[in-house]
């Protein structure tokens, strides 16, 4: 009887450890809440497996799982989550500036979850991320704020 309570229990465990664990919620500044990109912040960082445990994002302190300064290969490595939350949003405010090479608040979310995960699952990326916002797939980046 014991040995059938340990083996459930190890089963338990093992199914758990890519259950939706995931970082506590950051203690994030009282802006954050106030910023109208936080939404979207979020709801990207839903579509990046930020909040699954042990996914690259969720390590890297990195809930957009930006490439910043050159990188290709991998993902940008933030001290903590604050760091990435706010490089996160600082990129989000980019668009709306009309500062970034890569999207316009005429972009709509498909095209964006395309150049966001490079052509990988773009349409899963674009899904979730509408799908958090409750909007759709082809609802410009400008209709978001």
Excluded at 18 to 23: E, K, L, M, S
Excluded at 73 to 93: K, N, S
Aim: charged share 20%.
């Amino acid at each position: 009887m014991w040995i059938a309570i340990v083996l459930s229990i190890l089963c338990l465990l093992w199914w758990k450890r890519g259950a939706v664990v995931g970082p506590a919620p950051p203690e994030l500044p009282p802006s954050f809440a106030l910023d109208p990109l936080f939404p979207f912040a979020k709801a990207i960082a839903r579509a990046e497996g930020f909040y699954l445990a042990n996914t690259l994002p969720a390590r890297n302190h990195n809930p957009g799982a930006l490439r910043l300064y050159g990188e290709e290969h991998t993902i940008t490595y933030f001290p903590d989550d604050v760091a990435g939350w706010r490089a996160l949003v600082a990129q989000l405010r980019l668009i709306y500036d009309r500062r970034s090479s890569w999207y316009s608040p005429e972009t709509t979310l498909h095209e964006m979850g395309m150049t966001w995960t490079g052509n990988d699952r773009p349409d899963a990326w674009t899904r979730i991320v509408a799908g958090r916002l409750g909007v759709s797939d082809q609802t410009t980046l400008g209709e978001l704020v």
